[in-house]
C-alpha cells in the first residue's frame, strides 16, 4: 500500500511568511507523529497526534508553530512569520496505535527561509 | 528525560568488513529502542527495534543489534557491509510516551 506522502517536498519562503506544511499517513494508521530535521539538531520531535486530538505538543518550538489533523487522516503543520531558523526538514510519520508500533515516515518537506 | 548518545559521527569501513555503530540512551523506565536508517533524499526506515525479551535482535538488511541493559547501550551490527549500506544511521529511545528521541545519527562510507 502507499506509505505516508507529504506535501509541498520543497518550499522556499521569506522571512515572515506563513507556511502550511501537509502529511497523509498511512491509511488506518490512528497516531500521526511532526519530527523537525535540521543540522544543528538533528531530529527533534515537535508534536503527536491520537485521532485528532494532540495529548503531545511538548516539542513544538514557539507559539508560531501549530498543527492540526482533521477526520483522524490528513495532517497540517503551520508556521506562522517564519524565521531563518526555521528551515529544516519536517518530517511526517505515522503508526498504529501503541507506542511500540513502527513509525513509518515520509520522504520530509525541506523548507528554506531566506 | 530520555536522550541518545551516537559518538561516532563519521564511520569509513572498506566493502565486506564488519560494522559496529555505537548506541547510547538514558531513560527513566524500560525503554524502546529502534534503529532506523537514512539513504540521501529519502524518509527514516525502521532497521529492528527492541522491547523486551531476547536482547539480541534481528533486523532487515542483514542487521542486528545487542541490548545491554547494563551498558545503556543498544550497538548496531553486520557481519559484512556492502557499498549499498553507506546511509545515515539514527538510534532512537522511546517508550509508553510515544515520542522517539533521536541521536545526532552516524554517516556510514564504503569504500570499494
Known amino acids: 500500500g502507499a506509505g505516508v506522502s507529504q506535501s509541498p517536498s520543497n518550499k522556499v519562503t521569506e522571512k515572515g511568511k506563513d507556511v502550511e506544511l501537509r502529511c497523509d499517513p498511512i491509511?488506518?494508521?490512528?497516531?500521526l507523529y511532526w519530527y523537525r530535521q535540521s543540522l544543528g539538531q538533528g531530529l527533534e520531535f515537535l508534536i503527536y497526534?491520537?485521532?485528532?486530538?494532540?495529548?503531545?505538543k511538548s516539542g513544538l518550538p514557539s507559539d508560531r508553530f501549530s498543527a492540526e489533523r482533521t477526520g483522524g487522516s490528513v495532517s497540517t503543520l503551520t508556521i506562522q512569520r517564519t524565521q531563518q531558523e526555521d528551515s529544516a526538514v519536517y518530517l511526517c510519520?505515522?503508526?498504529?496505535?501503541?507506542?511500540?508500533?513502527?513509525?513509518?515516515f515520509g520522504p520530509g518537506t525541506r523548507l528554506l527561509v531566506l | 528525560a530520555q536522550s541518545v548518545t551516537q559518538p561516532d559521527i563519521h564511520i569509513t569501513v572498506s566493502e565486506g568488513a564488519s560494522l559496529e555503530l555505537r548506541c547510547n540512551y538514558s531513560?527513566?523506565?524500560?525503554?524502546?529502542l529502534f534503529w532506523y536508517v537514512q539513504s540521501p533524499g529519502q524518509g527514516l526506515q525502521l532497521l529492528l527495534k527492541y522491547f523486551s525479551g531476547d536482547t539480541l535482535v534481528q533486523g532487515i538488511k542483514g542487521f542486528e543489534a545487542e541490548f545491554k541493559r547494563s551498558q545503556s547501550s543498544f550497538n548496531l551490527r553486520k557481519p559484512s557491509v556492502h557499498w549499498s549500506d553507506a546511509a545515515e544511521y539514527f538510534c532512537?529511545?522511546?517508550?509508553?510516551?510515544?515520542?522517539?528521541?533521536f541521536g545526532k545519527g552516524t554517516l556510514l562510507t564504503v569504500n570499494p
Open positions: 497526534f491520537q485521532g485528532n486530538s494532540a495529548p503531545d
Open positions: 532512537a529511545v522511546g517508550g509508553s510516551n510515544y515520542k522517539l528521541t
Open positions: 531513560y527513566g523506565a524500560t525503554p524502546y
Open positions: 491509511s488506518g494508521h490512528t497516531a
Open positions: 510519520a505515522s503508526s498504529l496505535a501503541g507506542p511500540r508500533e513502527t513509525q513509518y
